[in-house]
């Protein structure tokens, strides 16, 4: 894996981290936790340890909020992921972002249960009962994996 498939892996997930809108310490606890299962998964002989995640995410936070915005979030999405194209194992990479950045801080072991009733954890179990809603998702979600 070259270094910018990396630099792009790591920033596709910290755009999704950050788009979670939770406070810093708890984006930089689940970025630093998903960045050592991805290094585990993905990429075992790269260099990567927590402080370094940790000195990542910081020095690169003002870029990746940027990209996190509602102007620019599409299009880096995109861009990331069509960067990461040529990787044999893109698929396996972006479901783990996903599971991720998509599972919430409970889940992840950042927030405590007693925080169920957020409005994140409630939107994130919303039934979607119409046939558009449910078609939008499912696209959604191909996209990402294409």
């Not at 990461?84 to 950042?110: F, H, R, V, Y």
């Not at 249960?113 to 558009?132: C, I, T």
Request: positive net charge; glycine residues 2%.
């Amino acid at each position: 894996m070259r270094a910018q498939n990396w630099t792009d892996i790591m920033t596709l997930l910290a755009v999704m981290v950050v788009s979670n809108k939770m406070d810093e310490k708890a984006e930089l606890k689940m970025f630093e936790q998903a960045a050592l299962y991805l290094r585990d998964m993905a990429a075992p002989n790269v260099t990567l340890t927590e402080s370094f995640a940790k000195d990542w995410m910081s020095e690169n936070r003002a870029d990746i909020e940027i990209q996190a915005s509602s102007v620019y979030y599409d299009g880096a999405i995109k861009r990331l992921v069509k960067n990461l194209q040529c990787l044999a194992n893109k698929s396996d990479i972006l479901t783990a972002i996903m599971k991720w950045t998509l599972s919430g801080p409970l889940e992840a072991g950042i927030i405590s249960p007693d925080r169920r009733n957020s409005a994140q954890h409630k939107l994130r179990y919303k039934r979607v009962d119409d046939e558009a809603s449910q078609r939008r998702l499912t696209g959604s979600r191909l996209a990402l994996a294409s």
